[in-house]
C-alpha cells in the first residue's frame, strides 16, 4: 500500500504539514514527490502537491484515495520542495504558497484546473505534448468527435498546431483519385470510400495537388472548406500525415549576433579569477561586487557563467524588474545563444510556462531571470547572480514575502556553489557584511577605459520655484537646447505617473479622494480619470466642484504625463518617448521604447524610475533629474539609502562612451547629505555616515526587524487586537527587544480595510519565532475576532 503525504490547497498554518492520502492501485508507483493531485478535502475537491511517499499514514483512520494526477511528471523537484518547506518557516507563510509562488503564473493550481477541464480529453490522448515533448503524430481517428472539435479550438488559441503534410506515396494513388472525383462513374475499388463527403475530399485534394510540398495547419484546411472527415478520410487513405506540435512561443523577438568574451581589464579578471575558483571548487562563498556605473560588472557575470558551463553545470543570472531585461538580456543571449532562458513579467502565460519547461528538461542551461526566477527548476546550479543587488524589487511585497538574496543563498549552500551580489551601490546589510568578512568582497573601482564620471551639478528648486513657475529649471532647460543642438541624447527622470498627483478646487480646497482607500485620486490627462493607484478605483475628472460648484479646480503636482506635455511645448522640434506603466502595458512596448532611442529615433527619454536602472545608450550626455526629493519624503528609515541609490544608478546613464556627461539633479533639499553624496557618486561616505544614522536609530544592519500588519474592516477593532497582541509580545519577549506600535500605517485605509503595524527590533531574541507563530496561530483560530495578521521578516519599509 502506497500513501501519498500531501500539502493541500488550503492555507491554514495546520496544513503547512501534508494530508494522507492512499495511492489507488491503478496509480501504483506512478506517484512521485512533487506532483500536483486533486483530492477531496472535506467535501470539497481541491488540489494539492505530493511531498512524499510513505507506506504509513500520519493520520489512523479511513484514508481517502487520490482522485486523479493533474501532472504525469514533477513540477516540483527534490531541491525546491525542501526549500519550500525552509521558506514557509523563514517567512511565516503557508507551505502551499510557498510551493505555488515557484510555478510559473499560467501553472499554478487555478488555472491548471481550468486547463484539464476544457482540455482533457486531449490531454489525455496526447499528455506528452503537454509534458515537454513539442511534437507528437496525430491520429485523427483515434479522437472523438468533442476532442477533434477541442484540438481546432486549442490550434485557434495558439497552444498547438496541428500540421498536413501530403505523404510521398500518395501522390499517385491521391491523384488518381483526384481524377476519379472529378468523374464520379469511374470510382471503383480502394476508391470507393471517396465518394462520401466528396466535396470536402475534393477540397482537400485540390489544395495538396496545387501546392506540392507545403504544409498546411488544420485550421486553415477547415477555414479553406475541407471538412474534419474529409480530413479523416485522407488519413485513412494515406494521402496526408499529421503531427501535433505544442506550439513554442519564442520570447526572444529577433535573433541577436553572437560576441566573444572581452578582454578583461585586471580589477575584472580578479574578480573572475576569484569567483571562477569558486566554481571550480564548489564552494559557497558570497561575493560582494561592487563596482561602478560603467566599470564592466556585466562583462565580469559573463564569464564567470562561461566557467560555470565548462564545468558542467548551469548558471541563474537575476536582474531587477522588466526594465533591465531587454539589454541584459540581448547581451547574455550574444554569448551564450539558445542555452539562455529567461523569466519575467512581461512574457506571457505562456511563454514563460514554455521557457519553463526548457529548463525542467534541461535544455536551457542560463536562465536570465527576474526574482521569481530565483525559483528556476535549474539542476546542478554552478553559480548564482544577483545584479543590483540593493534592488528593492528583489523582496516580495506579498505572501510569501521572501528576499531573493536569502533564497538565492540557500540554493547555492545545496547546491555547491558561490553567490554574486553585484552592485554600485549595495544595501547596506550587504556592504557591513563584507566589512565583517561574512561576504567576500570584490570591487571593480574605475569605469571601463577610464572614462570619467558624469559631472553632476544641484539645482535648489526653492529659489527657482521662486522665480518662475516650470518643473524645468532654467538650467536644466540651457542644457536640454544644448544638448539639442549638438544631436546628444538627454534622459529625464520623475519618479511619478500620470498627469497629476492630485485635483484641487481653489475656493473650496476641495480634493478629491479614493472612497475605498485614505488617498487622494491621481489625474489621468488621456482616459479623462481620476485614479486610486491602490485599489484600482476610477472616475470621471469633474469640471466643476462637486462640493462648491466653482470652476476654479486646478491640478497640482507634475506627473510623467504633463512633463512630457511641457518637454513638447517648450521644445518643440525635439523628439520625446515617454516610458512609465501607463506606455508600457502593452507586451512589447517597453522594448519597443527602448530601441527607438537606442537608434537615436528620439532625442529625449522622459519617464519614472523604470528609466533609471541599467539601460546603457552611449549617446546620451545630460541625465535630469526633476524632483529628486520623492523618496526623501517617505517616513522611511531607508528613504536616504534609497534616494542616494536612485541618484546614482540615473547619473550612471549619461555619459557612458567617449564624452563626458552631465547630470542636473532638482532639489527642495539641496544640503541632504544623500544629495550631496550622490553628486560625488561618493558611495564610501555615504556608507560611513548612513551607518551611524543607522548605528544611532538602531535600525538595519545593526538590528533586525520583523513587521506585524494587523487589518479587519472597523478601525477600533484593528486598534484594540493589535494593542492585545502589543501586551502578548511583551510578555514573551526579552527586555531587549524594541517593539514600536500599534501605529496605523502611513495609509490607513485602503479597499476599505483598516491596516495597523507593530515594529519589532532586536539583536537576539530566542523566543521570537515560537512568539509569532503563536499569533498567526491564535489569528487563525478567530481567536482575534477577524484580524488579519501579515508578518513581513526584515520589512523594507516601516510605513
Ligand atoms: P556595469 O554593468 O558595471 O554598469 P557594463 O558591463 O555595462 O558596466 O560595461 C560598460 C561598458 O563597457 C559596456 O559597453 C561593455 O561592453 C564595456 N566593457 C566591459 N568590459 C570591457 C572590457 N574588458 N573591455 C572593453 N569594454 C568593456
Ligand atoms: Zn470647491
Ligand atoms: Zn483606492
Same mark, same amino acid.
Given at each position: 500500500m502506497q500513501i501519498a503525504q500531501v500539502i493541500v490547497d488550503i492555507p491554514t498554518r495546520q496544513t503547512n504539514n501534508p494530508y494522507s492520502y492512499l495511492i489507488p492501485d491503478y496509480l501504483t508507483d506512478q506517484v512521485v514527490p512533487g506532483m500536483r493531485v486533486a483530492v477531496s478535502f472535506g467535501n470539497r475537491k481541491i488540489t494539492g502537491f505530493v511531498v512524499a511517499i510513505t507506506?504509513? @499514514? @500520519? $493520520?489512523d483512520g479511513k484514508l481517502k484515495p487520490i482522485?486523479?494526477?493533474?501532472?504525469?511528471?514533477?513540477? =516540483?523537484?527534490k531541491e525546491l520542495l525542501q526549500l519550500a518547506t525552509w521558506m514557509a518557516d523563514k517567512t511565516y507563510s503557508f507551505k502551499i504558497s510557498c510551493l505555488q509562488t515557484m510555478l510559473p503564473g499560467g501553472m499554478r493550481t487555478k488555472n491548471q484546473k481550468r486547463l484539464i477541464a476544457t482540455e482533457d480529453s486531449v490531454v489525455a490522448a496526447y499528455p506528452k505534448i503537454f509534458h515537454g515533448q513539442h511534437e507528437v503524430d496525430y491520429n485523427?481517428?483515434?479522437? #472523438?468527435n468533442q476532442s477533434v472539435t477541442k484540438v481546432l479550438e486549442l490550434e485557434r488559441q495558439g497552444k498547438i498546431r496541428v500540421e498536413y503534410n501530403l505523404t510521398k506515396h500518395a501522390r499517385p494513388i491521391m491523384m488518381k483519385a483526384y481524377q476519379a472525383m472529378l468523374k464520379p462513374d469511374q470510382i471503383s475499388g480502394?476508391?470507393?470510400?471517396?465518394?462520401?463527403?466528396a466535396n470536402g475530399q475534393i477540397r482537400l485534394l485540390d489544395i495538396l495537388r496545387q501546392h506540392p510540398g507545403e504544409t498546411f495547419l488544420q485550421s486553415k484546411l477547415t477555414a479553406a472548406g475541407v471538412t474534419t472527415s474529409a480530413l479523416k478520410t485522407g488519413e485513412q487513405k494515406g494521402w496526408v500525415k499529421a503531427t501535433l506540435k +505544442?506550439?513554442? +512561443?519564442?520570447? $526572444?523577438?529577433r535573433p541577436v549576433a553572437h560576441t566573444t568574451p572581452l578582454h578583461l581589464n585586471a580589477d575584472q579578471q580578479k574578480a573572475v579569477d576569484q569567483i571562477n575558483i569558486d566554481v571550480s571548487d564548489r564552494k559557497n562563498d558570497v561575493f560582494l561586487l561592487e563596482g561602478v556605473t560603467g566599470s564592466g560588472k556585466t562583462e565580469v557575470y559573463l564569464q564567470s557563467i562561461a566557467h560555470a558551463l565548462e564545468t558542467g553545470r548551469t548558471a541563474l543570472m537575476l536582474v531587477p524588474e522588466?526594465?533591465?531585461?531587454?539589454q541584459i538580456v540581448g547581451r547574455i543571449r550574444s554569448r551564450f545563444g539558445d542555452q539562455v532562458a529567461m523569466l519575467h513579467s512581461a512574457l506571457s502565460n505562456g511563454e514563460r510556462y514554455d521557457e519553463w519547461q526548457r529548463i525542467n528538461s534541461g535544455q536551457a542551461k542560463v536562465v536570465v531571470g527576474v +526574482? *521569481? @526566477?530565483? $525559483?528556476?527548476?535549474?539542476?546542478? =546550479?554552478g553559480l548564482i547572480i544577483i545584479d543590483e /543587488? &540593493?534592488? *528593492?524589487? !528583489?523582496?516580495?511585497?506579498?505572501?510569501?514575502? !521572501?528576499q531573493t538574496r536569502d533564497v538565492a543563498k540557500w540554493r547555492a549552500a545545496y547546491n555547491h556553489c558561490p553567490v554574486v551580489l553585484g552592485s554600485a551601490t549595495p544595501s547596506l546589510e550587504s556592504r557591513a557584511r563584507a566589512m565583517k568578512g561574512v561576504y567576500r568582497f570584490l570591487t571593480l573601482p574605475e569605469r571601463i577605459n577610464h572614462h570619467a564620471l558624469p559631472h553632476v551639478s544641484i539645482v535648489d528648486m526653492k529659489t527657482e520655484m521662486a522665480q518662475h513657475q516650470?518643473?524645468?529649471s532654467n538650467q536644466l532647460a540651457n542644457a536640454i537646447s544644448d544638448r539639442l543642438e549638438k544631436h546628444e541624447q538627454i534622459i529625464l527622470l520623475l519618479n511619478r505617473r500620470g498627469y497629476s498627483s492630485f485635483l484641487m478646487c481653489r475656493d473650496c480646497g476641495y480634493v478629491p479622494k479614493c472612497p475605498n482607500c485614505d488617498i487622494s485620486l491621481t489625474v489621468h490627462k488621456d482616459t479623462h480619470t481620476l485614479d486610486? &493607484? !491602490?485599489?484600482?478605483h476610477k472616475e470621471p475628472i469633474p *469640471?466643476?466642484?462637486?462640493?462648491? &460648484? *466653482?470652476?476654479r479646480i486646478r491640478f497640482y503636482g507634475v506627473g510623467s504625463q504633463q512633463l512630457e506635455e511641457q518637454v513638447r511645448n517648450q521644445f518643440p522640434t525635439a523628439r520625446v518617448l515617454r516610458m512609465d506603466v501607463d506606455t508600457t502595458r502593452r507586451k512589447g512596448s517597453h522594448e519597443a521604447i527602448i530601441d527607438k532611442f537606442g537608434a537615436h529615433k528620439a532625442d529625449i527619454l522622459l519617464g519614472t524610475?523604470? =528609466?533609471?536602472?541599467g539601460l546603457d545608450f552611449p549617446e546620451v550626455t545630460l541625465v535630469g533629474v526633476l524632483n529628486a526629493d520623492s523618496a526623501l519624503? $517617505?517616513?522611511?528609515?531607508r528613504s536616504s539609502e534609497r534616494t542616494f541609490q536612485l541618484l546614482t544608478q540615473v547619473s550612471?546613464?549619461?555619459?557612458?562612451? #567617449?564624452k563626458v556627461g552631465g547630470v542636473i539633479i532638482q532639489t527642495f533639499?539641496? #544640503?541632504?547629505y544623500a544629495i550631496q553624496l550622490a553628486k560625488t557618486q561618493d558611495y564610501e561616505r555615504f556608507y560611513a555616515t548612513e551607518m551611524r544614522v543607522r548605528h544611532d536609530g538602531k535600525y538595519p544592519p545593526y538590528y533586525f526587524t520583523v513587521k506585524l500588519t494587523g487589518n479587519s474592516p472597523s478601525e477600533n477593532q484593528t486598534a484594540s487586537e493589535m494593542f492585545g497582541i502589543l501586551t502578548f509580545l511583551k510578555d514573551n519577549l526579552s527586555k531587549q527587544a524594541i517593539i514600536l506600535g500599534p501605529t496605523p500605517k502611513a495609509?490607513?485605509?485602503i479597499n476599505n480595510q483598516y491596516y495597523y503595524q507593530i515594529i519589532i527590533k532586536y539583536r537576539? /531574541?530566542?523566543?521570537l519565532k515560537k512568539t509569532l507563530d503563536q499569533i498567526l496561530v491564535d489569528s487563525q483560530k478567530k481567536q482575534r475576532h477577524g484580524l488579519q495578521i501579515a508578518i513581513d521578516n526584515e520589512p523594507l519599509d516601516f510605513m
Open positions: 507506506d504509513k @499514514a @500520519a $493520520f482522485d486523479s494526477l493533474i501532472d504525469l511528471a514533477p513540477v =516540483i523537484n485523427r481517428q483515434s479522437l #472523438d480502394e476508391l470507393a470510400g471517396v465518394r462520401k463527403n +505544442r506550439h513554442v +512561443r519564442n520570447p $526572444f523577438l522588466i526594465t533591465l531585461t531587454p +526574482r *521569481s @526566477a530565483v $525559483f528556476a527548476p535549474l539542476d546542478n =546550479i /543587488e &540593493h534592488d *528593492s524589487s !528583489y523582496k516580495q511585497a506579498d505572501n510569501p514575502r !521572501y516650470s518643473i524645468l486610486c &493607484h !491602490y485599489c484600482g *469640471s466643476v466642484c462637486p462640493q462648491c &460648484h *466653482s470652476k524610475q523604470m =528609466i533609471a536602472k519624503q $517617505f517616513p522611511d528609515f550612471g546613464r549619461s555619459g557612458r562612451a #567617449d533639499n539641496p #544640503d541632504h495609509i490607513t485605509r537576539k /531574541e530566542p523566543n
